[in-house]
Protein backbone atom coordinates (compact mmCIF):
# COMPACT_ATOMS: atom_id res chain seq x y z
CA UNK A 1 0.00 0.00 0.00
CA UNK A 2 1.06 3.51 -0.92
CA UNK A 3 2.32 5.69 2.27
CA UNK A 4 -0.64 7.99 2.61
CA UNK A 5 1.52 9.95 4.69
CA UNK A 6 4.50 10.04 2.10
CA UNK A 7 3.17 14.08 0.88
CA UNK A 8 2.24 15.57 4.18
CA UNK A 9 5.02 17.65 5.41
CA UNK A 10 7.41 16.29 8.00
CA UNK A 11 6.84 17.72 11.34
CA UNK A 12 10.57 18.66 12.92
CA UNK A 13 11.53 16.15 15.74
CA UNK A 14 12.69 17.75 18.93
CA UNK A 15 14.22 15.66 21.92
CA UNK A 16 15.49 16.71 25.31
CA UNK A 17 18.28 14.94 26.59
CA UNK A 18 18.48 15.33 30.44
CA UNK A 19 21.87 14.63 31.76
CA UNK A 20 23.49 14.67 28.04
CA UNK A 21 26.51 15.60 28.48
CA UNK A 22 28.00 12.64 29.26
CA UNK A 23 27.98 8.42 28.92
CA UNK A 24 25.00 7.32 27.83
CA UNK A 25 23.65 10.39 27.50
CA UNK A 26 25.97 11.90 24.90
CA UNK A 27 25.82 8.64 23.11
CA UNK A 28 22.12 9.34 22.48
CA UNK A 29 22.22 13.14 21.46
CA UNK A 30 24.82 11.58 18.76
CA UNK A 31 22.55 8.79 17.90
CA UNK A 32 20.18 11.37 17.73
CA UNK A 33 21.77 14.11 15.54
CA UNK A 34 22.69 11.35 12.78
CA UNK A 35 19.05 10.21 13.28
CA UNK A 36 17.92 13.77 11.88
CA UNK A 37 16.68 15.01 15.70
CA UNK A 38 17.28 18.84 16.70
CA UNK A 39 18.49 18.24 20.47
CA UNK A 40 18.08 19.88 23.56
CA UNK A 41 20.44 18.79 26.22
CA UNK A 42 21.00 19.95 29.90
CA UNK A 43 24.54 19.57 31.44
CA UNK A 44 25.19 20.22 35.50
CA UNK A 45 28.71 20.56 35.48
CA UNK A 46 30.67 19.47 31.58
CA UNK A 47 30.05 22.53 30.21
CA UNK A 48 32.53 22.05 27.20
CA UNK A 49 31.38 18.44 26.70
CA UNK A 50 27.97 19.62 26.23
CA UNK A 51 29.11 22.69 24.07
CA UNK A 52 31.01 20.20 21.86
CA UNK A 53 27.46 18.14 21.04
CA UNK A 54 25.78 21.26 20.30
CA UNK A 55 28.49 22.06 17.63
CA UNK A 56 28.22 18.42 16.31
CA UNK A 57 24.88 18.72 15.59
CA UNK A 58 24.93 21.89 14.10
CA UNK A 59 28.11 21.13 12.02
CA UNK A 60 25.23 18.14 10.69
CA UNK A 61 22.63 21.21 10.10
CA UNK A 62 20.60 20.43 12.85
CA UNK A 63 19.65 22.62 15.60
CA UNK A 64 21.07 22.31 19.17
CA UNK A 65 21.19 23.99 22.24
CA UNK A 66 22.57 22.86 25.71
CA UNK A 67 21.18 24.14 29.02
CA UNK A 68 22.90 24.07 32.53
CA UNK A 69 20.23 22.76 34.85
CA UNK A 70 19.91 20.91 38.01
CA UNK A 71 17.71 17.86 37.75
CA UNK A 72 16.93 18.05 41.84
CA UNK A 73 15.66 22.24 41.62
CA UNK A 74 12.52 22.75 39.83
CA UNK A 75 13.31 26.27 38.96
CA UNK A 76 15.91 24.59 36.60
CA UNK A 77 13.37 22.49 35.42
CA UNK A 78 10.84 25.27 34.66
CA UNK A 79 13.94 27.46 33.22
CA UNK A 80 14.96 24.43 30.77
CA UNK A 81 11.43 24.04 29.60
CA UNK A 82 10.48 27.61 28.68
CA UNK A 83 14.17 27.54 27.06
CA UNK A 84 13.41 25.04 24.92
CA UNK A 85 10.18 25.99 24.12
CA UNK A 86 11.46 28.95 23.26
CA UNK A 87 14.62 28.36 21.06
CA UNK A 88 13.45 25.09 19.43
CA UNK A 89 9.39 24.77 19.76
CA UNK A 90 7.40 21.80 20.77
CA UNK A 91 8.57 18.90 22.22
CA UNK A 92 8.04 15.65 20.62
CA UNK A 93 10.82 13.65 22.32
CA UNK A 94 12.22 13.15 25.87
CA UNK A 95 15.02 10.55 26.92
CA UNK A 96 14.49 11.04 30.89
CA UNK A 97 18.12 10.29 31.45
CA UNK A 98 19.91 12.27 34.36
CA UNK A 99 20.61 10.43 37.32
CA UNK A 100 23.08 10.01 40.18
CA UNK A 101 24.37 6.82 42.72
CA UNK A 102 26.27 8.52 45.39
CA UNK A 103 28.59 6.96 47.08
CA UNK A 104 28.50 3.18 47.25
CA UNK A 105 27.99 1.50 50.36
CA UNK A 106 25.16 -1.14 52.41
CA UNK A 107 22.41 0.64 52.81
CA UNK A 108 23.16 0.91 56.98
CA UNK A 109 25.75 3.35 56.41
CA UNK A 110 24.37 5.46 53.68
CA UNK A 111 24.34 9.10 54.72
CA UNK A 112 20.63 11.20 54.64
CA UNK A 113 22.24 13.12 51.68
CA UNK A 114 23.34 10.62 49.48
CA UNK A 115 19.86 9.31 49.82
CA UNK A 116 17.66 12.09 49.72
CA UNK A 117 19.89 13.30 46.74
CA UNK A 118 19.60 10.69 45.18
CA UNK A 119 15.61 10.51 45.00
CA UNK A 120 15.41 14.14 44.75
CA UNK A 121 16.88 13.31 41.26
CA UNK A 122 16.44 10.33 40.40
CA UNK A 123 12.47 10.23 40.90
CA UNK A 124 10.99 13.80 42.19
CA UNK A 125 13.08 15.47 39.23
CA UNK A 126 12.28 12.63 36.45
CA UNK A 127 8.41 12.77 37.37
CA UNK A 128 8.56 16.46 36.73
CA UNK A 129 10.79 16.40 33.58
CA UNK A 130 8.41 13.77 32.67
CA UNK A 131 5.21 15.76 33.77
CA UNK A 132 6.59 18.60 31.38
CA UNK A 133 7.03 16.48 28.89
CA UNK A 134 3.82 15.22 28.77
CA UNK A 135 1.58 18.53 29.36
CA UNK A 136 3.32 19.84 26.00
CA UNK A 137 2.99 16.48 23.82
CA UNK A 138 -0.41 15.43 24.94
CA UNK A 139 -3.55 16.08 22.41
CA UNK A 140 -5.51 16.80 24.75
CA UNK A 141 -3.50 19.88 25.56
CA UNK A 142 -2.93 20.90 21.73
CA UNK A 143 0.05 18.87 21.21
CA UNK A 144 0.97 16.10 18.60
CA UNK A 145 2.21 13.01 20.85
CA UNK A 146 5.14 12.15 21.20
CA UNK A 147 7.53 9.55 22.84
CA UNK A 148 9.40 9.14 25.96
CA UNK A 149 11.82 7.03 27.44
CA UNK A 150 13.01 6.87 31.04
CA UNK A 151 16.68 5.86 31.87
CA UNK A 152 15.59 2.93 34.40
CA UNK A 153 18.66 0.20 35.27
CA UNK A 154 18.80 -3.51 36.49
CA UNK A 155 19.51 -2.31 39.60
CA UNK A 156 15.65 -2.27 39.95
CA UNK A 157 14.96 -5.68 39.77
CA UNK A 158 18.94 -6.79 41.27
CA UNK A 159 18.68 -4.74 44.54
CA UNK A 160 22.14 -3.34 44.00
CA UNK A 161 22.75 -5.13 47.84
CA UNK A 162 25.71 -4.04 49.31
CA UNK A 163 26.40 -1.29 47.01
CA UNK A 164 23.42 1.02 45.86
CA UNK A 165 20.21 -0.20 47.61
CA UNK A 166 18.43 3.21 47.27
CA UNK A 167 19.52 4.15 43.75
CA UNK A 168 17.73 0.52 43.32
CA UNK A 169 14.65 1.83 45.08
CA UNK A 170 14.92 5.25 42.82
CA UNK A 171 14.69 2.67 39.83
CA UNK A 172 11.82 0.74 40.71
CA UNK A 173 10.10 4.03 41.01
CA UNK A 174 10.83 4.62 37.16
CA UNK A 175 9.89 1.52 35.81
CA UNK A 176 6.26 2.04 38.02
CA UNK A 177 6.56 5.75 36.31
CA UNK A 178 6.53 4.39 32.72
CA UNK A 179 3.92 1.62 33.44
CA UNK A 180 1.67 3.92 34.93
CA UNK A 181 2.34 6.89 32.64
CA UNK A 182 2.15 4.35 29.31
CA UNK A 183 -1.44 3.37 30.37
CA UNK A 184 -2.35 7.05 31.48
CA UNK A 185 -1.24 9.12 28.02
CA UNK A 186 -1.49 6.34 25.42
CA UNK A 187 -5.18 8.31 24.64
CA UNK A 188 -3.02 11.55 24.17
CA UNK A 189 -0.75 9.68 21.14
CA UNK A 190 2.34 9.79 24.16
CA UNK A 191 4.20 6.58 24.11
CA UNK A 192 6.22 5.68 27.53
CA UNK A 193 8.50 2.98 27.96
CA UNK A 194 12.49 2.79 29.43
CA UNK A 195 15.36 1.06 28.69
CA UNK A 196 17.09 -1.06 31.79
CA UNK A 197 20.62 -0.68 31.40
CA UNK A 198 23.14 -3.35 33.02
CA UNK A 199 26.80 -3.16 33.64
CA UNK A 200 27.88 -0.55 31.30
CA UNK A 201 31.16 0.79 30.52
CA UNK A 202 30.54 4.83 31.61
CA UNK A 203 32.14 7.51 34.21
CA UNK A 204 29.47 6.61 36.79
CA UNK A 205 31.20 3.71 38.43
CA UNK A 206 34.75 5.81 38.80
CA UNK A 207 31.87 9.01 40.17
CA UNK A 208 30.67 6.44 42.92
CA UNK A 209 34.19 5.66 43.76
CA UNK A 210 34.26 2.13 42.53
CA UNK A 211 36.18 2.56 39.22
CA UNK A 212 37.49 -1.09 39.17
CA UNK A 213 33.65 -2.02 39.70
CA UNK A 214 33.50 -3.66 36.24
CA UNK A 215 36.47 -5.75 36.51
CA UNK A 216 35.17 -7.16 39.56
CA UNK A 217 31.54 -7.55 38.40
CA UNK A 218 32.05 -8.50 34.66
CA UNK A 219 32.15 -12.60 35.08
CA UNK A 220 28.80 -11.99 36.46
CA UNK A 221 27.27 -10.94 32.86
CA UNK A 222 26.20 -13.93 30.75
CA UNK A 223 27.55 -12.28 27.34
CA UNK A 224 31.00 -12.49 29.01
CA UNK A 225 31.46 -8.47 28.93
CA UNK A 226 30.15 -5.20 29.53
CA UNK A 227 28.07 -3.15 27.24
CA UNK A 228 28.79 0.87 25.70
CA UNK A 229 26.80 3.72 26.09
CA UNK A 230 25.86 3.27 22.46
CA UNK A 231 24.68 -0.14 22.83
CA UNK A 232 22.39 1.42 25.14
CA UNK A 233 21.31 4.66 22.98
CA UNK A 234 20.89 2.28 19.95
CA UNK A 235 18.24 1.07 22.29
CA UNK A 236 16.41 4.14 23.26
CA UNK A 237 16.63 5.43 19.50
CA UNK A 238 14.35 2.22 18.85
CA UNK A 239 11.95 3.25 21.49
CA UNK A 240 11.84 7.08 20.14
CA UNK A 241 11.43 5.73 16.85
CA UNK A 242 8.29 5.00 14.53
CA UNK A 243 9.56 1.83 13.94
CA UNK A 244 8.78 1.02 17.76
CA UNK A 245 5.26 2.71 16.83
CA UNK A 246 2.89 -0.14 18.85
CA UNK A 247 5.76 -0.30 21.48
CA UNK A 248 4.75 1.54 25.15
CA UNK A 249 4.87 0.81 28.66
CA UNK A 250 7.80 -1.85 27.89
CA UNK A 251 11.07 -1.89 30.26
CA UNK A 252 13.36 -3.16 27.77
CA UNK A 253 16.82 -4.78 29.22
CA UNK A 254 20.25 -3.65 27.97
CA UNK A 255 22.37 -6.12 30.00
CA UNK A 256 23.68 -9.29 28.09
CA UNK A 257 21.64 -11.25 29.32
CA UNK A 258 22.34 -10.51 33.24
Known sequence: MPNKS??????????????????????VCRQAIEAGYDIALTWRSE????????????????????VQ???????????LYETVDAKLGPLTHLVNN??????????????????AHCIDVNVTGAILVAR????????????????????????????APGEFVWYAASKGAIDALTIGMSKEMGKD?????????????TEIHASAGDPGR???MRGMIPVGREGTA?????????????????????ILRVSGGR
Open 69 to 79: AEMSRREDIAR
Open 230 to 250: DEVASAILYLLSDDAAYVSGT
Open 189 to 201: GIRVNAVAPGLID
Open 132 to 159: EAARRMAKSRGGHGGAIVHLSSMAATLG
Open 98 to 115: AGLIGPGSPLIEASDDTI
Open 214 to 216: LDR
Open 47 to 66: QAAAEAIVAEARAKGRRAIA
Open 6 to 27: SDAPQRRRILLVTGGSRGIGAA
